[in-house]
């Protein structure tokens, strides 16, 4: 059974940097995608399909990143620590919201905009922006 519990969300200065965590159990032994998503503030209860795709990695390493996402997004994987994570740069008031990770045995990396093709989920973790 994958669990996935995020960490790193809180309030920043726009800006400033951030460095989200998603420890990630009972995936390893199968290739795997792993993902993070963001959805906006007051929208944590609709259904994973609304939620915006912002990058995906492989269990290669392969990365893909949604069109919208800039340079300032970067996705990356600690495998000794079983723990996916989201750096985002020069913070803007616009990346507020519940960020969430993903995992899937069979999504794609081009699934970064098809958060439906992701079975499992972490409860979020709200940054907010100011």
């Known amino acids: 059974h994958v669990q996935l519990v995020e960490s790193g969300g809180g309030s920043v200065q726009a800006g400033g940097s951030l460095r989200l965590s998603c420890v990630v159990s009972?995936?390893?032994?199968?290739?795997?995608?792993m993902g993070w998503f963001r959805q906006a503030i007051g929208k944590e209860h609709e259904h994973s399909s609304t939620?915006?795709?912002?990058?995906?990695?492989?269990?290669?390493?392969?990365?893909n990143y949604a069109g919208s996402v800039q340079s300032r997004f970067s996705i990356f994987e600690d495998k000794s620590e079983n723990t996916l994570y989201l750096e985002i740069s020069d913070l803007k008031l616009e990346d507020t919201g519940t960020y969430y990770c993903?995992?899937?045995?069979?999504?794609?990396?081009?699934?970064?905009?098809?958060?439906?093709?992701?079975?499992?989920w972490g409860q979020g973790t709200l940054v907010t922006v100011s």
């Open positions: 939620r915006e795709g912002l990058a995906t990695i492989d269990s290669d390493g392969r990365r």
């Open positions: 993903a995992a899937d045995f069979y999504a794609s990396l081009a699934a970064v905009d098809r958060p439906t093709d992701f079975t499992y």
């Open positions: 009972g995936h390893t032994g199968r290739a795997y995608v």
